[in-house]
């Protein structure tokens, strides 16, 4: 079987965006994976690792399971007609026990659905994976900072004394 050939810098499979604040933010609980329906230039601009989930939030509109606030720009290179909003609401893939699960969970005070990173699986299908979580406290924050620095130096005086 030969594969096609790949341009420069494109992600065929694996990580394409991460939302590296949300852990510091959220204490994340469950994670789900999730399909994301996508039109053909965002997954180009996906393959470019050129999405930000930053700000994103996934949530419920009209019994389905939508994220919003992700932004993947439009992407730039050949001529390609169909241009698409940067930041608009993107459905999610889901089983209905799935999303009946997370819409019960989500109803809940204080819980929300984050994602976490946008990837690409072996089959080469955008996944986005969304993490039930609730919000941290600054001094939540502050202490998971202390640790970490903490484990941080611990490991360097082992080291040191090895």
Not at 24 to 39: N, S
Not at 90 to 95: A, F
Not at 118 to 146: C, P
Request: glycine residues 10%; positive net charge; charged residues 30%.
């Amino acid at each position: 079987m030969t594969t096609a050939p790949r341009k420069k810098g494109m992600i065929s499979h694996g990580v394409a965006s991460t939302n590296r604040k949300a852990r510091y933010d959220y204490k994340i609980g469950d994670t789900i994976e999730a399909g994301l329906m996508l039109v053909g230039p965002e997954v180009k601009s996906l393959r470019a690792g050129r999405a930000t989930l930053a700000e994103a939030w996934a949530g419920e509109r009209d019994g389905e399971m939508w994220l919003f606030n992700c932004t993947i720009p439009e992407w730039q290179a050949g001529s390609v007609v169909a241009k698409f909003e940067p930041r608009r609401p993107r459905k999610l893939l889901l089983h209905r026990k799935q999303m009946r699960e997370l819409i019960g969970a989500i109803t809940r005070e204080g819980s929300t659905l984050v994602p976490l990173q946008i990837h690409f699986n072996e089959r080469g299908r955008a996944k986005v994976l969304l993490g039930l979580a609730e919000g941290k406290k600054q001094h939540d924050k502050r202490a998971a900072v202390a640790q970490r620095d903490w484990q941080r130096d611990k490991a360097r005086l082992m080291r040191e004394k090895g």
